[in-house]
Structure formats: structure tokens, C-alpha cells
């Protein structure tokens, strides 16, 4: 979403924002409110952007800080091919944040944001591991995407909300659940067994791992 610099261009400003539009006019067909009227498009088409074009840590790097004995571990257990692939899967999925979007409701305007037990525990002490996360898991629902930077800032002036949730939860898992395109959520448990597993390969695949 960046050109060759790592720079947002005012072009793909132009196509989000033309984009966000077209989002809004359900919440206008629902309210008969002009929500594209009465905020800065390009300002949000732009901060989706920039979120998005921040550099990521790999795979690797995030084993590293959540889970730094990972490869004696693996060495330990002579574990090679497939199941040192299996193991490095599982402590990705178990130790490192793992946050799962989608959405619901009428024209899919109501959004969840999924946190697991890892996320909700990191979320006080590396806040930029899980941010880092969500934008990897908006990157497939187009809504939550757009609402990256208001919804990071959002994380991270309810931290407190969040872990206390999530602590008070059997699973230890929290959930942001707000509607389009408001980037106010609500916190909640999540009682979900939203199985992260499945979506392992693709975080390895994106993050380089």
C-alpha cells in the first residue's frame, strides 16, 4: 500500500479514501446520517495507510522475545523437519499475542476484535507486539483496517479495561466489539474458541518466518 520508498502516496490516499466512502454509505442507508460528510476522509484514508506501511517484526523476532529458550527446547527434544515446524507453530500460537478479526450484524457493520490469552497478557508490557498483530489480522476486513490508528489509540488508553477483562475470563481471552465506523468498542470476555491454529502458517508466511 506503499510505493517503492515505504512512502504513502497521494494516489492510494485517494483510492482508500474513495474506498471509505463507499463503506460509509451503508451506515447512511441505516441512519440516514452522512458520516462521509461530517469527517476528514482523507485523514483516515490516510492514518489506514501509514498504519499499514509501519515495518513489522518477523516471526522469528517475536519467538525471541516471547519465547527465547524456543530452539534449546526444540534441540532438547531432537526435534527436526515437520515436527520442529509443528513445535515452532505451537509456541507461536500459545506464547506469542494472537488477535483474530471479523464481523457481523446487519451489512457487517458490527466488528470484533479477538485477543487471546497472550495478547491480553503482553498487552500492558509490549502494547507494540499486539498493535503489530491486529494490523496483521485487519489486513483481510477492510473496516477494521481503516480504523487502525483511532482503534490503536483506543488499546492503548484502555490497557487496564482489557487485561481486567480478560483475567476475569476462564480462557483469559478479551474482545473489542464496536460498530462502523466508530473506533470506540466495547470491552468484553470472550468466551469464543476462536482456534488460532488455522492461521498460524499465514502470520509465519507474512512476518517472513
Not at 7 to 27: C, N, P, S, Y
Not at 123 to 138: D, G, K
Not at 153 to 168: H, L, N
Request: hydrophobic letters at 45%; charged letters at 25%; glycine letters at 6%.
Amino acid at each position: 500500500m506503499s510505493d517503492h520508498s515505504g512512502k504513502v502516496t497521494e494516489e492510494q490516499v485517494r483510492e482508500r479514501a474513495a474506498q471509505i466512502r463507499e463503506r460509509l454509505k451503508r451506515w447512511e442507508y441505516l441512519t440516514g446520517f452522512d458520516v462521509a460528510a461530517a469527517m476528514d476522509v482523507e485523514a483516515a484514508a490516510r492514518r489506514a495507510l501509514q498504519a499499514r506501511a509501519r515495518p513489522k517484526r518477523s516471526a522469528e523476532d517475536l519467538l525471541k522475545v516471547f519465547r527465547p529458550e524456543w530452539e534449546k527446547e526444540a534441540a532438547q527434544q531432537q526435534l527436526t523437519g515437520e515436527a520442529l515446524t509443528a513445535f515452532r507453530r505451537q509456541v507461536l500460537d500459545s506464547d506469542v499475542p494472537q488477535v483474530f478479526c471479523d464481523t457481523d450484524g446487519l451489512f457487517n457493520l458490527r466488528y470484533h476484535i479477538h485477543l487471546n490469552k497472550a495478547a491480553v497478557e503482553a498487552i500492558s508490557w509490549n502494547t507494540e507486539v499486539v498493535l503489530e498483530a491486529l494490523e496483521w489480522a485487519a489486513v483481510g476486513v477492510p473496516m477494521i483496517d481503516e480504523l487502525l490508528s483511532p482503534l490503536e489509540a483506543f488499546i492503548r488508553a484502555e490497557v487496564t479495561a482489557i487485561q481486567a477483562t480478560g483475567r476475569a475470563n476462564s480462557n483469559g481471552q478479551a474482545q473489542l466489539v464496536g460498530v462502523y465506523p466508530i473506533p470506540i468498542p466495547i470491552v468484553e470476555s470472550d468466551d469464543d474458541d476462536w482456534d488460532t491454529a488455522g492461521k498460524v502458517g499465514d502470520i509465519i508466511h507474512h512476518m517472513g518466518g
